[in-house]
């Protein structure tokens, strides 16, 4: 099974502090030594970085340690293989274009059966999550050919995720850069950071960071 972080922040906002903790569960205090990805919004932007190493030897994952993520809107990965070989092409997040926006997907569990796309959307790798990704896709495009708003992409999005949960389980994050969508059939973490902010501590890295100094009463 995989792991899956994603945020979702008012204002842009440095996700390395929880970066460094899950690249650490990637081969060094977790077993999920089978590739990572991070996914991060620059306004309409997406920038993608993968590699199929485990997270904690991955060179790649020290540069984005460095490197100045402040972001809106984030999905982060680390895998342990079930389905596909171990390879960047397996490596998620995944992305497509639907109605001139990126769209990124990342998926937690094993779907037994399902079964490639022929339709417009394809996988270009073999894993079961880039299948149901495009599918999910498909049925978006299928239902509306142009954008329409949340309030109608939603049900969309809630049907076809519990017929991919009838597969197997099903967990999965979902945005198209201005909303994360999160999908859970069986554990979902979550925490809430608002005012008044405080220090927080890595579980899994020597981290330290003090909210306080780094944000502003607003930032949620």
């Given at each position: 099974?995989c792991?899956?972080?994603?945020?979702?922040?008012?204002?842009?906002?440095?996700?390395?502090?929880?970066?460094?903790?899950?690249?650490?569960?990637?081969?060094?205090?977790?077993?999920h030594?089978?590739?990572?990805?991070?996914?991060?919004?620059?306004?309409?932007g997406?920038?993608?970085?993968?590699?199929?190493?485990?997270?904690?030897?991955?060179?790649?994952?020290?540069?984005?340690?460095?490197?100045?993520?402040?972001?809106?809107?984030?999905?982060?990965?680390i895998?342990?293989?079930?389905?596909?070989?171990?390879?960047l092409?397996?490596?998620?997040?995944?992305?497509?274009?639907?109605w001139?926006?990126?769209?990124?997907?990342?998926?937690n569990?094993?779907?037994?059966?399902?079964q490639?796309?022929?339709?417009?959307?394809?996988?270009?790798?073999e894993?079961?999550?880039?299948?149901a990704f495009?599918?999910?896709?498909n049925?978006?495009?299928?239902?509306?050919?142009?954008?329409?708003?949340?309030?109608?992409?939603?049900?969309?999005?809630?049907?076809?995720?519990?017929?991919y949960?009838?597969?197997?389980?099903?967990?999965?994050?979902?945005?198209?850069?201005?909303?994360?969508?999160?999908?859970?059939s069986?554990?979902?973490?979550?925490?809430?950071?608002?005012?008044?902010?405080?220090?927080?501590?890595?579980?899994?890295?020597?981290?330290?960071?003090?909210?306080?100094?780094?944000?502003?009463?607003?930032?949620?």
């Amino acid at each position: 099974m995989c792991e899956l972080l994603g945020m979702s922040a008012n204002v842009p906002t440095d996700i390395v502090f929880s970066f460094t903790g899950l690249m650490q569960r990637g081969g060094r205090t977790g077993p999920h030594r089978d590739g990572w990805g991070i996914g991060f919004y620059e306004g309409r932007g997406l920038r993608l970085f993968q590699d199929p190493r485990a997270s904690s030897e991955s060179e790649v994952a020290q540069l984005v340690q460095r490197y100045p993520i402040k972001s809106e809107v984030v999905i982060g990965h680390i895998r342990q293989a079930n389905v596909g070989q171990v390879s960047l092409v397996n490596t998620h997040p995944f992305s497509r274009e639907l109605w001139g926006r990126n769209w990124c997907f990342a998926h937690n569990g094993q779907l037994a059966g399902l079964q490639g796309s022929t339709s417009f959307y394809r996988p270009v790798g073999e894993t079961d999550s880039e299948a149901a990704f495009c599918d999910l896709l498909n049925r978006v495009r299928r239902a509306f050919p142009e954008p329409v708003s949340v309030e109608m992409l939603l049900p969309v999005l809630v049907a076809a995720c519990a017929s991919y949960r009838q597969l197997g389980v099903f967990n999965c994050l979902l945005s198209d850069g201005d909303w994360l969508f999160s999908f859970c059939s069986t554990k979902l973490a979550h925490i809430t950071r608002r005012a008044p902010f405080g220090p927080a501590q890595l579980k899994d890295a020597d981290l330290k960071v003090d909210f306080h100094s780094e944000t502003t009463p607003n930032d949620v």
